[in-house]
T-cell receptor
Framework: AQSVAQPEDQVNVAEGNPLTVKCTYS??????LFWYVQYPNRGLQFLLK??????LVKGSYGFEAEFNKSQTSFHLKKPSALVSDSALYFC??????????????FGTGTRLQVTL | EAQVTQNPRYLITVTGKKLTVTCSQN?????MSWYRQDPGLGLRQIYY???????DKGDVPEGYKVSRKEKRNFPLILESPSPNQTSLYFC?????????????FGPGTRLTVL
């Protein structure tokens, strides 16, 4: 069975500082990995994904994530946080061998709070 | 504008009163899914549909029904709602059957069952 862990319920960072939101995963084969963001009273929005190739993936709003196969991690990063980045972030995984869109497993979410 | 719409956005009901939450997408996506979001539990999949007339259970299907008679619509039906179904519900769609495609989410429906 596939699973995702987001070990931090909340991450606090000052504006202008780098941020990291952690995610580790477990799948039987090779993974497809995703990050989504949820702003208050909104649905989830896609940020970025890892399919194959370069381990460093760049996405929307200046976010990036690094795929680390040996550590089974896919941490979300941004070099300089903005107050407007404050939101709930979800990591998600799909087991590649299944190949279909049927099963996407989400983590429990990490709330990012960026302060002035 | 490409989007997933859900109605209603907010609903307060009583135990046992049947309700339907509608979901519609205008992107001609084959795959659609329903999730519920609860604090500390993240998003859990209720049901999904790979195409018209093809549906299957997700992780938490008990107490829910779905149908997929048209490609664009995927309603969620609660035949006899109970308080433990109070939650935030999201519909999502994905183009194609490939596992690497991202999902597009609706704005959510906040359901309270008294």
């Amino acid at each position: 069975a596939q699973s995702v862990a987001q070990p931090e319920d909340q991450v606090n960072v000052a504006e202008g500082n780098p941020l990291t939101v952690k995610c580790t995963y477990s799948v039987s084969g090779n993974p497809y990995l995703f990050w989504y963001v949820q702003y208050p009273n909104r649905g989830l929005q896609f940020l970025l994904k890892y399919i194959t190739g370069d381990n460093l993936v760049k996405g929307s709003y200046g976010f990036e994530a690094e795929f680390n196969k040996s550590q089974t991690s896919f941490h979300l990063k941004k070099p300089s946080a903005l107050v407007s980045d404050s939101a709930l972030y979800f990591c998600a995984v799909r087991d590649r061998p299944s190949g279909t869109a049927s099963k996407l497993t989400f983590g429990t979410g990490t709330r990012l709070q960026v302060t002035l | 504008e490409a989007q997933v719409t859900q109605n209603p956005r907010y609903l307060i009901t009583v135990t046992g009163k049947k309700l339907t939450v509608t979901c519609s997408q205008n992107m001609n996506h084959e795959y659609m899914s329903w999730y519920r979001q609860d604090p500390g539990l993240g998003l859990r999949q209720i049901y999904y549909s790979m195409n018209v007339e093809v549906t299957d259970k997700g992780d938490v299907p008990e107490g829910y029904k779905v149908s997929r008679k048209e490609k664009r619509n995927f309603p969620l039906i609660l035949e006899s709602p109970s308080p433990n179904q109070t939650s935030l519900y999201f519909c999502a769609s994905t183009g194609g059957g490939a596992g690497y495609n991202e999902q597009f989410f609706g704005p959510g429906t906040r359901l309270t069952v008294l």
